[in-house]
């Protein structure tokens, strides 16, 4: 068990491009979240799965942003024309639904768009 | 969002026993409260949890008072390695997603 593992740790991306991270969650873990925290903030919540499906997401999930768990283990999220606003940590999480046990965070990756 | 009220930030001395506090006086029956923390340029890390009863682990422990209206995390005896953001949180438990709040930045003075 290696944890759950974020790529890339950092991005820099200029204004307009689209961007996309991944996250590898703890094995067997079946419900996975994303979360985007920018500085002196907590962390806000965008979106989760359990499994491959998409149950929730926040409004601050915009247009510009997709969400994906193809096969209900890595996720990915991708973000279109991004802006200097979407510079932020996103932090991913994920747990085993209906297990004792507590999500378990990612390192995050970090973004910042010049 | 956060439905708890936290001090943005204290100080505790090393090797002292570090309490932080917590209001949530709109919890419901069936919400938990949670504990997490984030050390710097870390993802949030989880403590302990309680629903009515004082709780006890190796890592902290928290008192919550009896109309459960607010509580406090206990790390008994502070090191450096305890500075951190910590964040108090009601869900309604484990399956419930973390909504978090600006949380309490504790810093460990040696």
């Not at chain 1, 985007?36 to 998409?54: C, I, K, S, V």
């Not at chain 2, 406090?72 to 953001?85: F, G, K, M, S």
């Amino acid at each position: 068990d290696t944890g759950v593992s974020q790529n890339p740790r950092h991005k820099i991306t200029k204004r307009g491009q689209n961007v996309t991270f991944r996250c590898d969650p703890i094995s067997e873990h079946n419900r996975l979240y994303w979360y985007r925290q920018t500085l002196g903030q907590g962390p806000e919540f965008l979106t989760y799965f359990q499994n491959e499906a998409q149950l929730e997401k926040s409004r601050l999930l915009s247009d510009r942003f997709s969400a994906e768990r193809p096969k209900g283990s890595f996720s990915t999220l991708e973000i279109q024309r991004t802006e200097q606003g979407d510079s932020a940590m996103y932090l991913c999480a994920s747990s085993f639904s209906g297990r004792a046990t507590e999500a378990f965070f990612g390192q995050g990756t970090r973004l910042t768009v010049v | 969002d956060a439905k708890t009220t936290q001090p943005p930030s204290m100080d505790c001395a090393e090797g002292r026993a570090a309490n932080l506090p917590c209001n949530h006086s709109t919890i419901s029956g069936n919400e938990y409260v949670y504990w997490y923390r984030q050390i710097h340029s870390q993802g949030p890390q989880y403590i302990i949890h309680g629903l009515k009863n004082n709780e006890t682990n190796e890592m902290a422990s928290l008192i919550i008072t009896e109309d459960r209206k607010s509580s406090t995390l206990i790390l008994p005896h502070a090191t450096l390695r305890d500075t951190a953001v910590y964040y108090c949180i009601v869900r309604v438990g484990r399956d419930d997603k973390i909504i978090f709040g600006k949380g309490t930045r504790l810093h460990i003075l040696p």
